[in-house]
């Protein structure tokens, strides 16, 4: 067999002369060097990996703004903080209470929740042992987000007790000071979970325990020579919306009477303190406010508290404490309020004490003589019963 170049003629019998059979060379594949060889790319592969991040990206923001909303209680309301706030006891803190006794009593809400009040006693005026005072004074305090009652109960004390030193030189009035202090749904030895639903109860019962127990006090006495009994109304913190709360939305008892509220370090709105936590515009978190359970709406509670008591010649006195170097809520939300409060036409004196923190006003001498002062002003312009 001859093998040709190109193609082979076979000379064998049976086969025709002419049979063309492919030589080796041609069955060679032949590469095409006219076009380069070129790898196409697809638009699909180029955005995969930017997609994926951007997905990641916005996946973890919508969890961490459903989880704002979700445990937004838990954020705003933290009694557990420190780990031994509910296990605090009076007594731990007698020695620094300037010899003012306090004791614990229980109440119930409407919804059967099971709370504790921090009160205390004492008599103001020269004749500070007099059995029948000319006035009622309580003052429902109501505290920040966190901590329990008993370790503030030190700084409340040095200031009553201030208050009763400088009230020795009244001589032609005997008032008696009744403190109470409201322990939360859920801080300290409060049963329940805080909410601002469930705190609105839980101020309302302790409004109503200061009632019956004020009837409780002079309820044997003739109507007319019965004591007034004034209520003042003192928030720290977000403290200050759950009193403006209660003042604007809960009706006084019959014999109890709005006198006026201390906001000590208050702001606006939890609102207003979304924005001022995430001031960026392009962060999601502060245009959450939609989706609040807990308002603590300050800056509206007062036009409500102005058309609600600003009735004749009598209506609640405003006095606002803020600190200095407040970390947490800006000056400008409490000049806000004060603001708020001339516009509403409701009288407000305001005070900033120097160098104190946000929760540190009451820790500081002059903080505490800023409430003294206020107190001891109301306390002296208030009319004796004849």
């Known amino acids: 067999m001859l093998f040709l170049r190109g193609a082979s003629r076979l000379h064998i019998r049976g ?88 004791r614990e009593e229980r109440i119930r809400a409407s919804d059967g929740t099971d709370l504790a009040l921090c009160v205390t006693e004492l008599e103001l005026g020269s004749g500070a042992t007099s059995a029948q005072p000319d006035v009622a004074f309580y ?16 700084d409340l004390s040095s200031t009553l007790s201030m208050l009763k030193r400088r009230s020795a030189q009244w001589r032609d009035r005997n008032i008696r000071c009744t403190m109470v202090c409201l322990s939360y749904r859920g801080y300290w030895t409060s049963r329940g979970r805080p909410s601002e639903t469930g705190i609105r109860k839980d101020c309302a019962a302790a409004l109503d325990w200061i009632s019956q127990l004020h009837s409780n006090s002079h309820g044997g006495e003739v109507q007319e020579s019965r004591p007034s009994a004034n ?42 303190m979304l924005e001022v ?20 709406d300050s800056w509206g509670n007062l036009g409500v508290i102005s058309r609600k008591y600003n009735i004749g010649e009598y209506s609640p006195e405003v006095f606002i404490l803020e600190a200095a170097k407040d970390e947490l809520v800006p000056q400008e939300l409490s000049q806000e309020l004060y603001n708020r409060c001339v516009d509403v036409q409701l009288h407000v004196t305001r005070k900033a004490v120097a160098g104190a923190f946000h929760n540190d006003t009451m820790f500081r001498g002059e903080g505490r003589r800023a409430v003294s002062d206020f107190l001891l002003h109301r306390f002296s312009s208030t009319r004796v019963s004849t």
């Open 15 to 102: 086969i025709p002369k002419l049979a063309i059979i492919p030589s080796r060379s041609s069955t060679t594949p032949r590469i095409d060097n006219t076009f380069p060889c070129r790898r196409k790319y697809h638009i699909e592969g180029l955005m995969l990996a930017p997609a994926v991040f951007s997905g990641l990206f916005v996946a973890l923001w919508t969890w961490k703004c459903l989880m704002l909303v979700t445990f937004q209680n838990k954020i705003i309301y933290m009694p557990g903080l420190p780990p031994n706030a509910r296990w605090e006891k009076i007594q731990d803190y007698a020695s620094r209470c300037a010899g003012i006794p306090w």
């Open 139 to 154: 003052i429902l305090y109501f505290q920040g987000n966190a901590s329990s009652i008993p370790p503030r109960l030190p």
């Open 231 to 272: 209520l003042v109304l003192w928030g720290q913190s977000i403290g200050a919306g759950v009193a403006t709360n209660l003042a604007a939305e809960t009706p006084m008892p019959a014999n109890v009477r709005l006198d006026s509220l201390i906001l000590e370090t208050p702001f606006t709105s939890i609102r207003a």
């Open 277 to 296: 936590l995430y001031p960026q515009k392009w962060l999601p978190y502060r245009y959450l406010w939609p989706f609040l359970r807990s308002h603590l």
